[in-house]
């Protein structure tokens, strides 16, 4: 069974530049997320789909953050424009979701560490 | 707002010790908690979780939950050099997101 995908693995921008990050889940799996983590820190939940749907999206800064997962599959996570603050590994995770929600497991992608100069 | 604490670390054992990871949480509706751990530069992977008050064990890993005390464990034995990594601890209310702790460092030396 194939992991979660994500790419690029590494991206290096300037300030106020623009970027994008995509997101394959594991076939099947219903609830897709998009964590941040800071260096030394635990992941924290920027948004949550459940299929095409958003579920939350309270801790997404909107202002420059969006996030869209078309026809429930693939999920792509854009920042415009960037600040030094948003430096961070960003990781994308999927589950099955569904009744038994609260006890899938969730898997992880490799990331994307995005650097900010 | 919802907090996940845990001790930061690094804690170091001898190969061999038994390692104690320790979490408390805020939130008294939380209903499932959730161990992965990370090594630098990985993703997080799920070693175990846990929703009823009590032990579960699997292998050399112990997951201990008091939700009175709002507080989980997760207990190594038989520590090795391989399990040096950052452990974090996630809890989930039902319907809810995972909160994750900020993770503890385990450095387990040969």
């Known amino acids: ?33 998009w964590y941040q983590q800071i260096l030394g820190q635990g992941p924290k939940l920027l948004i949550q789909f459940q299929n095409n749907g958003v579920v939350d999206d309270s801790q997404l800064p909107k202002d420059r ?10 999920s792509t996570l854009k920042i415009q424009p960037a600040k030094l603050e948003d430096s961070a590994v960003y990781l994308c995770a999927s589950s099955l979701g569904g009744l038994a929600g609260d006890y899938n497991e969730q898997f992880f992608g490799p990331g994307t560490r995005l650097t900010v100069l | 707002q919802k907090e996940v604490e845990q001790n930061s670390g690094p804690l170091s054992v001898p190969e061999g010790a038994i390692a104690s990871l320790n979490c408390t949480y805020s939130d008294r509706g939380s209903q499932s908690f959730f161990w992965y751990r990370q090594y630098s530069g990985k993703s997080p992977e799920l070693i175990m979780f846990i929703y009823s008050n009590g032990d579960k064990e699997d292998g050399r890993f112990t997951a201990q939950l008091n ?15 391989s399990d ?12 809810q997101n995972f909160v994750f702790g900020p993770g503890t460092r385990l450095s387990v030396l040969p």
């Open chain 1, 65 to 74: 953050f969006s996030a869209e997962r078309l026809k429930g599959v693939d």
């Open chain 2, 67 to 81: 939700k009175a005390s709002q507080y989980v464990s997760l207990l190594i034995r038989d520590s090795q050099p």
């Open chain 1, 1 to 33: 069974e194939a992991g979660v995908a994500q790419s690029p693995r590494y991206k290096i921008i300037e300030k106020r530049q623009s970027v994008a990050f995509w997101c394959n889940p594991i076939s099947g799996h219903a609830t897709l997320y």
């Open chain 2, 84 to 95: 040096s990594a950052t452990y974090l601890c996630a809890v989930k209310g039902y319907g």
